[in-house]
Nanobody, 128 residues
C-alpha cells in the first residue's frame, strides 16, 4: 500500500506560481506517479505523470511549458511546479500512485483509472 499526502496549495494570483508536494510512504523508486486536478463541478483531469525513475514524464497539453514534475527520493517526495496559473485552474490537486507501473501511452498515464492510490488533495485557488 502507498499512502500519499499532498501540500502546498493555497491562494495565488493569476499568472502566479506554486510548488505542490506529495509525500509518499514506502519506497517510491520505480513506481508510476500522477498529478491530477478536479475543478468544482468538473471531471478530474490529468496534469502530469511520470515513473519515479523519471525516464518517462508526460504533461497534459494544457499545461505544457508551464509545469515541471520532479522528485526527491531521499525525502520520498514528489513535486509539481506550476507557473503562470490561470483562474480556470482553480481546483483540488491530487497525486496518485500505481506501484505496478506498466508501460503505457502518455494518454493512459494521464488518466486516473491507471492509479490505485490517491492522496486527499490540496486546494488551489487562482484569483485576484
Amino acid at each position: 500500500e502507498v499512502r500519499l499526502v499532498e501540500s502546498g496549495g493555497g491562494l495565488v494570483q493569476p499568472g502566479g506560481s506554486l510548488i505542490l508536494s506529495c509525500v509518499a510512504s514506502g519506497v517510491i523508486y520505480g513506481i508510476c506517479m500522477g498529478w491530477f486536478l478536479q475543478a468544482p463541478g468538473k471531471e478530474r483531469e490529468g496534469v502530469a505523470a511520470a515513473n519515479t525513475n523519471m525516464d518517462r514524464i508526460y504533461y497534459a497539453d494544457s499545461v505544457q511549458g508551464r509545469v515541471t514534475a520532479s522528485q526527491d527520493n531521499a525525502k520520498n517526495t514528489l513535486y509539481l511546479q506550476i507557473k503562470n496559473l490561470k483562474p480556470e485552474e482553480t481546483a483540488r490537486y491530487y497525486c496518485a500512485a500505481e506501484p505496478s507501473c506498466p508501460p503505457v501511452t502518455p494518454g493512459r498515464a494521464l488518466r486516473g483509472a491507471l492509479y490505485r492510490y490517491w492522496g486527499q488533495g490540496t486546494p488551489v485557488t487562482v484569483s485576484s
